[in-house]
């Protein structure tokens, strides 16, 4: 009986030591893997940025041809008022008028209160306004 028991123990421990070496080895490849992973997000972080570089210095480019251009005309309009004030130097120059017209529109949170203290009920705001039903309950909720 004993020597029964000490061969279960001695294959159960042999089990457990092989176990244990494929655990090892496993880990051993995820840290191999991992480090290869990690090289490839480098390389890829840089590929972007190098990308991103690129795209800013196209983009510079660009405005500082937009600016040099601007200010051409800006130099041209400013020496076609110059001459064009030369020629009306007597004359008075009065600013046009402007009619200012101001609109005063309401949010959808004041419109939905506005509605909902005349009586109306969730779904006829909601179908008034163009809005969702659980919205509208929602802004009724937090501000009623």
């Known amino acids: 009986m004993v020597s029964f028991v000490l061969i279960i123990s001695f294959l159960l421990h042999i089990i457990t030591l092989v176990v244990i070496y494929q655990f090892f080895k496993q880990i051993q490849t995820l840290k191999q893997t991992d480090s290869n992973d990690n090289d490839d997000i480098v390389e890829l972080f840089e590929v972007y940025l190098q ?34 004030a030369e020629n009306k130097s007597h004359h008075e120059h009065t600013p046009p008028e402007y009619e200012a017209v101001d609109r005063v529109e309401a949010s959808l949170q004041a419109r939905i209160l506005q509605l909902y203290h005349k009586g109306l009920s969730e779904t006829e705001i909601a179908q008034k306004l163009d809005c969702g039903k659980t919205e509208v309950a929602l802004i009724i909720k937090l501000h009623a």
């Open 51 to 84: 990308e991103f570089k690129d795209e800013n210095k196209r983009l510079q480019d660009e405005l500082l041809k937009d600016m040099s251009a601007r200010n051409t005309d800006i130099d041209n309009i400013d020496m076609e008022l110059e001459t064009t």
